[in-house]
């Protein structure tokens, strides 16, 4: 059975002493009341080895937002995936839309950070979606396949175990305007699909594909009951530990 997944993404939002107290907050709510899903964390890099340490004995994983194309040497300011896995890490999240859209990344550039993150031993949350123009297009279905052709469909069988989908159409992202469930799992299902087409029905049987886009407490429930729908990638409600709990909740 496929793992249910719900995971944070905090984006470019919490100081380190910010980012310790609402993970602290978390693990101590998680303690006392186990999930039903894996919960991960998506952090900036400089919470990730405090947080590593700081849940290690805990039910929530961390990962990194983002990592380099690059394996070492003269990239300055940049953070190879090696570093980011030597922080504790067992996460990457790459191909998140904004990274596309405000910095520039290619599907070149998110297959080498694909291949360099699964070669230091990270998992990938790999993040897909078309814009409002090309939903408005009917291009959701072609704009998907051609982001997975294009970063992650060049994997072995073996590789892609370590392959997290998300579904995040950029007009619900940070818009408090979700795709309704039946919307998503249209998607969902069209993109399990593709993967069957490249790797079977059983490994597209048993890959997570989350949906992000405005997912809250109050439509997490509706969207998790689909059953192509297998958690989710959360920004602005993973921000504060209710919020981020009440969707956790979703899986009871
Ligand atoms: P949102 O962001 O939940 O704030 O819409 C989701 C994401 O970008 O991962």
Redesign the pocket.
């Known amino acids: 059975m496929r793992k249910k997944i719900v995971a944070g993404?905090w984006?470019m939002n919490k100081t380190l002493q910010e980012g310790v107290a609402l993970a602290t907050e978390l693990k101590n709510i998680l303690a006392a009341e186990k999930p039903n899903c894996e919960v991960i964390i998506g952090t900036p890099f400089i919470h990730l080895a405090t947080l590593s340490e700081l849940l290690k004995d805990s039910v929530i994983a961390v990962s990194a937002e983002n990592c380099a194309n690059k394996e070492s040497g003269a990239y300055t300011g940049e953070v190879s995936a090696a570093m980011v896995k030597s922080t504790g890490a067992e996460y990457v999240i790459l191909g998140?839309s904004?990274r596309r859209e405000y910095y520039h990344e290619t599907p070149e550039i998110l297959k080498d950070k694909v291949d360099l993150a699964l070669a230091n031993g990270l998992k990938v949350i790999f993040c897909i979606g078309e814009s409002l123009a090309e939903r408005e297009a009917n291009q959701q279905e072609a704009v998907c396949k051609a982001e997975l052709e294009g970063s992650v469909f060049h994997l072995s069988a073996e590789q892609w175990k370590n392959i997290v989908i998300?579904y995040?159409p950029i007009w619900?992202?940070?818009?408090g305007k979700t795709a309704t469930a039946e919307q998503a799992e249209e998607i969902h299902a069209y993109i399990r699909k593709c993967v069957a087409d490249v790797y079977g029905a059983q490994a597209a049987d048993e890959t997570s594909i989350l949906y992000?886009?405005?997912?809250k407490a109050s439509n997490a429930p509706e969207l998790f009951g689909k059953p192509d729908i297998d958690g989710g990638?959360?920004?602005?409600?993973s921000l504060k530990a209710p919020d981020f709990k009440g969707i956790i909740d979703a899986w009871k």
């Open positions: 993404n984006k998140h904004e998300a995040e619900a992202i940070g818009t992000g886009g405005s997912c990638l959360i920004g602005g409600a």
